[in-house]
């Protein structure tokens, strides 16, 4: 079993910052990619930013510039840095991995989500 747990998210106002964490727990052997992709109200679900297990990120062009994607590999943990934030940065926030386990050599996996609101 693998889970994917997420926190930090909430409500700040326009310019402001969050960080956002989701840690990984189970019977884990190995994790590749992760992930933060996030779906806002009446919109397809978006890739927000990755990054490759040996650090390499990639961002949407959208928060490139306003959002840092980081990971510790020894606490199997990814997190994403969001400044400057706008209005339409609101959505809930999904964490995204590809985790290796002892029967399944690469599945992936999500998290619950976590609620971002930008408001004044």
């Known amino acids: 079993q693998v889970q994917l747990v997420e926190s930090g998210g909430g409500l700040v106002q326009p310019g402001g910052s969050l960080r956002l964490s989701c840690a990984a727990s189970?019977?884990?052997?190995?994790?590749?990619?992760m992930g933060w992709y996030r779906q806002a109200p009446g919109k397809q679900l978006e890739l927000v930013a990755s990054i490759t297990s040996g650090g390499s990120p990639n961002y949407a062009d959208s928060v490139k510039g306003r959002f840092t994607i980081s990971r510790n590999n020894a606490r199997n943990t990814v997190y994403l840095q969001m400044t400057n934030l706008e209005p339409e940065d609101t959505a809930v926030y999904y964490c995204?991995?590809?985790?290796?386990?002892?029967?399944?050599?690469?599945?992936?996996?999500w998290g619950q989500g976590t609620q971002v609101t930008v408001s004044s």
């Open positions: 995204h991995a590809y985790i290796a386990t002892r029967f399944v050599p690469s599945d992936a996996y």
């Open positions: 189970g019977d884990i052997v190995s994790i590749n990619a």
